[in-house]
Each structure stands twice: as structure tokens, then as C-alpha cells.
């Protein structure tokens, strides 16, 4: 059955082109994950970086290559948090906010203004990060006090954010899905492999297989969950007939854009905290060992973990605000002629979609936070580190990743079917 699926879909000339173009997308990001930097010294990073579960976590789920020092240093997460900086702006300036809402047009300007704010913020993150690794490696990667070969690291890594940026947005122009949510999923599977072998060559085959269920287990709870929908029964009158129709609600609303979201603050209170904590200052020390007592990833805290579901709970609210506008969705239905039973249109239509959408999203954003957190609440109730085969974070994105594509070719094979009788 699966492979007559792969089949079909192969046969599909237009549908195997964007399969293939995204593939090997995929090949050149991963290519320039293992390129370093010119002129730094990588010699035991990628054993540094293994022990920071911390810098390791941020660096998977947003598409970076810490472990080389790599030409894409900082993977997305310059990207990440200007789109994060847009959305909160698009709050408190009613001029950005009415952009977000308007047509295709004003989109394209939004994501021009990103891009834009993209690019000083990887100038300056690349300087903290460059800063954090070599700390971390006792000064042996960069000599800081060069002013020319760190400026000469910055711009190369500014640059590699950039690259990998355009990379997405070719990969979603001429690829089979959105590329920036592709590179993300590529840098959350790449890795797995790793993880496999490590418990393979430990012959923990128990525990392997105990933690390969568990993770298909949450894998399953995830589809069926994301898929959820609650169903608006809608009327419409038309020629004089009434016709029943419906307007489907997703539970999960977000998607995977809140932990991505929330993935990028929580872990920088942990990274400021590593680079403070090597300070010789005693008050900047004192402030870094506490940040790393409360927000270490390694050994989370209940403060870390009640931080994070906040977080994602929040995001998931804040995202579904900006996307979901229930004011024009009751205008649509009532330009078409359409009503909810017992519901007034307009006003009192666009109420109700509000209500229900906060009660969805309410149970989808929970669950989305508890999956995240559910790692770190084992690992505090059995007293020692717990994880799935792939972080319950990873799950989510490559879930949501995953069936956004399925749903992306299976338009595009309905295209070709219905082309056929034209």
C-alpha cells in the first residue's frame, strides 16, 4: 500500500521535481552544516557541545551547526526571533498589526521587513555565540583579543544565517513544502542516528526499545491530536434551499511555530548565564551561576519547566490571535449568505469562532506545552534524565512538518487527476 503510494506520487513528473529539488536543498544545507569557519581551531568542540545538552537542543531545533563551528554557526535563530519581534510589534503598532492582516501584498512586505531586522541581529547574536563556544572551550577556538578574526567569524556566520535563510525560501518556492520548516525538521532528525547507535554500542537494548515505544506511542497521540478539529455547523440560503456545510476548527491551531518560538527564549537565559558565569567579575558570575541553576537544560528546574509550558501556552494563544481572524471569517460566511444556528451573524458570529477558538486552542497549546515539558517532568519524578528516541519538542515539529508535506502532495496529485480530464 505505502509503496504503491511512492509509486504514484513518482509518476507525477511536476509533484517528483519538487521531491527532488527539496532533497537536495536538503544535501546543500546539511553540506554546509560541516563546513567550519576559516580560521578556528574546532579540535574537541563537537565533545563540548555533546556534554551542553542545553546548546545542543537550540542548535538541532533551529538548524545550526555549533558542533563544526560551522558557515551557518547560528542555523535560524536570528530568523526565529526577528519573525518573533514582527509579530510582538504587530501588537503594539496598530500599522504593523494592520499589515499582518491585510492581503498577499502587505505579507510581502512584512517578510521584506524581516528579513531586513534578520541580518543585525545575526551580526550581533554571531558575536555571543562566538564568545559562548570558545569559553566553553577554554579559549582554544578564537583568539578574542584579535579584533580582525572574530569581526572576520562574525560576518562569515551572519552571512551563513542569511544564506540559510534564502535557502528556505527557494526550497519553498521550487520544493514540495515550506523550507524553512524543512530545515528545521533536517536539523531535529540529523540527530537521531546518533542517538541510536549511542544506546546500540552502550547494548542498553531494554531501555532502547522501552524508549522507542514510548516514542511512537507520542508520535501517535501527536497525529491524532494535530489532526483533531471541531466542526462549526454552517447554513447557507441559496435559491431559496437552506444547504448544511461546515467549518472545521483545528485543536492544534499553532502547530509547531510556538515551540519554536519558546525554544529560542528559553535556552537564552542558560546560554547568557554560560557566558556571565566565566565573567571575572564577581557580580556578573553570581548572576550567570544563578541562570544556569534555574534555566540549565542539562538539570532543568521547576522553574525552568513552569517557564516553558508558560511559554509555549502563551505563544500558541499569541500566534492563533494573529492568524485566526474571526471578524473576517463571520464576514465571509455572512457575505455568502451563511449563518450558525442559533447564532446572529456578524458580531455575535465573530464572538462565538472567538470563544470557541479560545477553548480549542486552550487544550491544543496545553498539549503542545505538556509534550515539551514531559521529558524534563520524568526526569525530575524518576530522578534521573529521560528523554524519547527524539525530544517531545523534535516530535512535534517533525509531526507537524511531516503531515504539512502529505497534505502538499496530495494536492497536487488531485491537481494532476483533475488536469487529466480537462
Do not use: C
Request: aromatic content about 10%.
Amino acid at each position: 500500500m505505502i509503496l504503491d503510494y511512492i509509486k504514484s506520487v513518482f509518476t507525477i513528473k511536476d509533484l517528483r521535481q519538487k521531491i527532488i529539488a527539496t532533497l537536495l536543498l536538503i544535501l546543500v544545507y546539511k553540506f554546509l552544516s560541516v563546513i567550519p569557519i576559516p580560521g578556528v581551531n574546532t579540535d574537541g568542540l563537537a565533545a563540548i557541545i555533546e556534554g551542553q545538552k542545553g546548546l545542543a537542543f537550540f542548535s538541532a531545533l533551529l538548524g545550526g551547526g555549533l558542533e563544526n563551528f560551522s558557515i551557518i554557526l547560528m542555523g535560524l535563530a536570528p530568523y526565529i526571533n526577528a519573525v518573533i519581534i514582527i509579530q510582538l510589534l504587530g501588537v503594539i503598532v496598530p500599522k504593523i498589526g494592520d499589515m499582518q492582516k491585510e492581503g498577499e501584498q502587505w505579507q510581502k512586505k512584512i517578510t521584506k521587513i524581516t528579513r531586513w531586522l534578520t541580518l543585525p541581529l545575526a551580526f550581533v547574536q554571531s558575536y555571543g555565540m562566538i564568545i559562548l563556544l570558545n569559553s566553553l572551550a577554554g579559549g582554544s577556538i578564537v583568539d578574542v583579543t584579535d579584533t580582525q578574526t572574530v569581526l572576520m567569524a562574525m560576518l562569515i556566520a551572519t552571512a551563513g544565517t542569511m544564506f540559510l535563510m534564502w535557502l528556505g525560501e527557494v526550497m519553498t518556492e521550487y520544493g514540495i513544502s515550506n523550507g524553512i520548516s524543512i530545515i528545521i525538521m533536517a536539523g531535529v532528525l540529523a540527530a537521531t542516528p546518533g542517538v541510536i547507535l549511542g544506546y546500540i554500542s552502550a547494548a542498553q537494548y531494554p531501555l532502547f526499545a522501552g524508549l522507542l515505544l514510548a516514542t511512537l506511542a507520542i508520535i501517535y497521540i501527536i497525529i491524532k491530536f494535530t489532526e483533531g478539529h471541531r466542526r462549526i455547523p454552517i447554513i447557507y440560503s441559496r435559491t431559496g434551499r437552506e444547504e448544511k456545510s461546515y467549518f472545521p476548527i483545528k485543536v492544534n491551531q499553532a502547530g509547531m511555530i510556538p515551540i519554536i518560538f519558546s525554544v529560542s527564549i528559553v535556552t537564552f537565559p542558560a546560554i547568557l548565564g554560560q557566558i556571565l558565569s566565566n565573567s571575572t567579575g564577581a557580580t556578573a558570575s553570581k548572576v550567570g551561576q544563578t541562570l544556569l541553576t534555574y534555566f540549565s537544560i542539562d538539570n532543568p528546574s521547576w522553574v525552568f519547566i513552569i517557564v516553558y509550558f508558560l511559554l509555549v501556552l502563551g505563544f500558541a494563544f499569541f500566534y492563533v490571535s494573529i492568524t485566526f481572524n474571526t471578524e473576517q471569517v463571520a464576514e465571509n460566511i455572512q457575505k455568502r449568505g451563511g449563518y450558525i444556528p442559533g447564532i446572529r451573524p456578524g458580531t455575535d458570529t465573530a464572538e462565538y469562532l472567538q470563544r470557541v477558538s479560545n477553548h480549542l486552542n486552550l487544550f491544543g497549546g496545553s498539549f503542545l506545552a505538556l509534550i515539551a515539558v514531559l521529558p524534563y517532568i520524568l526526569g525530575k519524578i524518576l530522578g534521573q534524565s529521560v528523554d524519547f528516541i527524539i525530544t517531545g519538542a523534535g516530535l512535534i515539529i517533525i509531526v507537524s512538518v511531516i503531515l504539512d508535506i502529505l497534505r502538499k502532495v496530495d494536492s497536487e496529485m488531485k491537481m494532476f487527476d483533475y488536469s487529466k480530464y480537462k
